[in-house]
């Protein structure tokens, strides 16, 4: 079984090296002003360079126009496109057909019900990113360390590739590819010792208990790589 292992939110080539010498398989990246994450193009630009293809690229936005995902594009030159707003099923085929990179959707959990536009979304993405619901305040989807139940998960039989995120840690990330078999887990917050500042020592631990849950025979998950 192989996990892929995403670390999102980099904004420092120290924390991004941390990540990428501790074996992440994608390393993220936020464009959106609202977020404590969010990177300016140069720093994305510069950023994006010291990834060297150690790892996948993602550029994550929220319902974000084409001209800003060109500035985008331009700059990181990411692997995969991460759309974390409301994007339509529609949006996401123009999407990539405009810009010619792969694209994974997020898509908010809380209930069953919730996963009632996912047929359509995979019918169009390449890869799918389960998070947790925002809350009614909040001011920025994802990133915000919420938990959604991963039973919710169970039994999916989802065919396309997908990941989970909302509240990942350490101490958690075992139970969560347990329950859901996702092929892969992303975490941002649950790194963090402030929000938007990454901490070393979190990201490795974070990684080494990912790595674990690779060897564990009793645990099988779908649609890794």
Same mark, same amino acid.
């Given at each position: 079984?192989?996990?892929?292992?995403?670390?999102?939110?980099?904004?420092?080539?120290?924390?991004?090296?941390?990540?990428?010498?501790?074996?992440?398989?994608?390393?993220?990246?936020?464009?959106?002003?609202?977020?404590?994450?969010?990177?300016?193009?140069?720093?994305?630009?510069?950023?994006?360079?010291?990834?060297?293809?150690?790892?996948?690229?993602?550029?994550?936005?929220?319902?974000?126009?084409?001209?800003?995902?060109?500035?985008?594009?331009?700059?990181?030159?990411?692997?995969?496109?991460?759309?974390?707003?409301?994007?339509?099923?529609?949006?996401?085929?123009?999407?990539?057909?405009?810009?010619?990179?792969? /694209?994974?959707? =997020? $898509?908010? #959990?809380?209930? %069953?019900?919730?996963?009632?536009?996912?047929? !359509?979304?995979?019918? *169009?993405?390449?890869?799918?990113?389960?998070?947790?619901?925002?809350?009614?305040?909040?001011?920025?989807?994802?990133?915000?360390?919420?938990?959604?139940?991963?039973?919710?998960?169970?039994?999916?039989?989802?065919?396309?590739?997908?990941?989970?995120?909302?509240?990942?840690?350490?101490?958690? /990330?075992?139970? =969560? $590819?347990? #329950?859901?078999? %996702?092929?892969?887990?992303?975490?941002?917050? !649950?790194?963090?010792? *402030?929000?938007?500042?990454?901490?070393?020592?979190?990201?490795?631990?974070?990684?080494?208990?990912?790595?674990?849950?690779?060897?564990?025979?009793?645990?099988?998950?779908?649609?890794?790589?």
């Amino acid at each position: 079984m192989s996990l892929i292992v995403k670390i999102c939110g980099l904004s420092t080539p120290e924390t991004l090296d941390v990540a990428l010498d501790a074996g992440a398989d994608m390393v993220g990246f936020v464009f959106f002003p609202p977020s404590p994450r969010h990177l300016d193009l140069g720093t994305a630009r510069d950023l994006g360079k010291h990834v060297k293809r150690r790892a996948v690229k993602v550029a994550l936005t929220v319902d974000a126009d084409d001209a800003t995902l060109a500035d985008i594009v331009e700059v990181l030159q990411p692997d995969i496109l991460q759309l974390h707003g409301r994007e339509t099923v529609t949006r996401l085929r123009d999407i990539k057909q405009k810009f010619g990179l792969q /694209v994974m959707k =997020a $898509v908010a #959990v809380e209930t %069953a019900a919730d996963l009632v536009s996912l047929p !359509g979304y995979a019918a *169009a993405a390449d890869r799918i990113l389960f998070d947790a619901v925002a809350p009614k305040e909040a001011t920025r989807p994802g990133g915000l360390g919420a938990v959604f139940d991963w039973h919710v998960l169970e039994n999916l039989g989802l065919k396309l590739p997908f990941m989970v995120s909302g509240g990942l840690h350490a101490g958690n /990330v075992a139970e =969560a $590819v347990r #329950v859901t078999r %996702a092929g892969g887990v992303d975490v941002s917050s !649950g790194v963090e010792r *402030a929000p938007g500042i990454k901490d070393p020592e979190l990201i490795r631990a974070f990684i080494r208990a990912a790595r674990a849950v690779e060897n564990d025979p009793a645990l099988t998950v779908a649609g890794a790589r």
